[in-house]
Each structure stands twice: as C-alpha cells, then as structure tokens.
C-alpha cells in the first residue's frame, strides 16, 4: 500500500513565527502535492512537484514556499504564520509525472494548524 | 478554467438504502477524468471511484457507482445498501490539463442507523 505520512497531526503556532510542514511518501512516486482543505471551500491547491527541486505554483501559494530535496520528502513552508493560514493541510503523491491531472493521487493524514 | 460543482453541502440517508450524491463541472478539454474521494472523520482521504472521460461504461466499484453524462458534464455518485462506514466527506475531482486535480466544495454525508 502506498503510505504517505506527515511529520505532525496537530500543530500550534505563533503568527510571525516560520513554520515546516513535512511529508514524506514511501512508493518512489514523481508528483508530490500540498493542498489547503478549509470548510465550505473543498480543498485548494498550494504548490505541487513533478521532480526532485522541481515545483509549480497551484491556486493559492501567497504566504507560502515548498523545497523537495529529495524524491520522497516534500516540504511546505509558511515564512512567516499568519492567523489567515489556520487551516489543515494535506500533502498528496501520485505516481508518474507526466500524468499530473490523470493518475490517482494519495493522501497524507493531514496537519491541523491553528495560528495564533 | 476548470470547475467542479457539488451542490448538495449535507445528504442524509437511511441505512441500507440507496443514495446519490451530485457533481456537475466544467472543462475546455477533451481528454480528462473524474474522480470521487471519500474522506472519513478523522481518517485519509482515500479514492473511491475513477472515470476516464473517454469511457462511455459508467465505472463501479463494489457498492459504489456513477452515472457518467459526459453531455451535461454531470458526474454523480451512488451508493447502495448504505452502510455506517460510509460516513464521510466525499469530494468529487477533475483531472485535466497541466495542473493537477479541480475539487468540489464536498458533500457531508451522513448514515442514519
């Protein structure tokens, strides 16, 4: 089974603070993804990787940057938290590059952020 | 631009019985697919069904089926035989282009007992 974990379930922070969100996927798959999941608003694509230092902007990457250092990991960083941002985030990974709209994407547990 | 619409915010059905959950959208491109995610509480979002646009057969998996009118650029879901596992938020997605997956707003739906 494909497994996609992110570093934390629960995270707390202060506005003006840098924050690091983790997410790592353990089937070798290109695209990695970073969605923003809100209520009444589905969810809305950050920024997505279909290579290794390789990233695009999707809807909404105001406030935010990524790094993908390595195949597997892919990071989302809010440089500087604000209380705009509490939200919970989702990372996601599909399996081939090329076929970023076609293949089924898989889903970490998401991360529940609260800035306060 | 590409749009998925869910207009049905929360569906409540009865236990065992049948129920459909709408998704209507919109795309300038030919070649695309259709996705339903299910997203319990507390738990993964995890694929439930997949439509390739070019596929006239509507797709079924188990309890789960769609009805694919490629025309109306409506894409529903329907469940049979409801069960208290289906609890969840279920979003419908569209793949096309070059840039990944357009996700509706969700419908809640809940399993009355």
């Known amino acids: 089974d494909v497994k996609v974990t992110q570093s934390s379930r629960y995270l707390v922070k202060r506005t003006g603070e840098k924050v690091f969100l983790e997410c790592v996927q353990d089937m070798d798959h290109e695209n990695m993804f970073w969605y923003r999941q809100d209520p009444g608003l589905g969810l809305r694509l950050i920024y997505f990787s279909y290579d290794v230092k390789m990233k695009e902007k999707g809807d909404i990457p105001e406030g935010y940057s990524v790094s993908r250092e390595k195949k597997e990991r892919f990071s989302l960083i809010l440089e500087s938290a604000s209380t705009n941002q509490t939200s919970m985030y989702l990372c996601?990974?599909?399996?081939?590059?090329?076929?970023?709209?076609?293949?089924?994407?898989?889903f970490g547990p998401g991360t529940r952020l609260t800035v306060l | 631009a590409q749009t998925v619409t869910q207009s049905q915010p929360e569906m409540s059905v009865q236990e065992a019985e049948t129920v459909t959950l709408s998704c209507t959208y919109d795309t300038s491109e030919s070649d695309y697919y259709l996705f339903w995610y299910k997203q319990p509480p507390s738990r993964q979002m995890i694929l439930v069904i997949r439509q390739e646009a070019y596929k006239q057969q509507n797709a079924t998996e188990n309890r789960f089926s769609v009805n694919f009118q490629k025309a109306a650029k409506s894409f529903s879901l329907k469940i049979s035989d409801s069960q208290l596992g289906d609890a969840a938020m279920y979003f419908c997605a569209l793949g096309g282009g070059a840039d990944g997956l357009t996700f509706g707003k969700g419908t809640h739906l809940i399993i009355q007992p």
């Open positions: 996601a990974s599909s399996l081939y590059g090329l076929a970023l709209a076609t293949d089924t994407q898989y």
